[in-house]
């Protein structure tokens, strides 16, 4: 498994921006798929954005499309998430996760490391 760390969350203003940051270690990073997903209060945990491991392939969920971005920088064993024009709907623990495989994914089931989680908070 990944040991990951995330970190960049915090307070927000609705219009406003984030960037999370995920500290990988232990298997290595770049030779898997990851992705973002988050979890409101009460809500199941939600696929926000994935990457392959390449880089070269990306997915996200309609909600945030156009708003935030996900990268990695695999010589750092860091991945990435950008958020834009944040809304108070964004407000959510966000979680990193690596991937079985090479491929990026949007399911939960096919991620077998996480992080801790990082809290966004987004106010009106």
């Known amino acids: 498994q990944v040991q990951l760390v995330e970190s960049g969350g915090g307070p927000a203003q609705a219009g406003g921006s984030l960037r999370l940051s995920c500290a990988a270690s232990?298997?290595?990073?770049?030779?898997?798929?990851s992705g973002w997903f988050r979890q409101a209060p009460g809500k199941e945990r939600e696929f926000v954005a994935a990457?392959?491991?390449?880089?070269?392939?990306?997915s996200y969920v309609d909600s945030v499309k156009g708003r935030f971005t996900i990268s990695r920088d695999n010589a750092k064993n860091t991945l990435y998430l950008q958020m834009n024009s944040l809304k108070p709907e964004d407000t959510a623990v966000y979680y990193c996760?690596?991937?079985?495989?090479?491929?990026?994914?949007?399911?939960?089931?096919?991620?077998?490391?996480w992080g801790q989680g990082t809290q966004v908070t987004v106010s009106s």
């Open positions: 996760a690596v991937s079985r495989s090479s491929y990026y994914s949007t399911r939960l089931s096919d991620f077998d490391s």
């Open positions: 232990g298997r290595t990073f770049s030779s898997y798929g």
């Open positions: 990457m392959g491991a390449s880089g070269r392939t990306t």
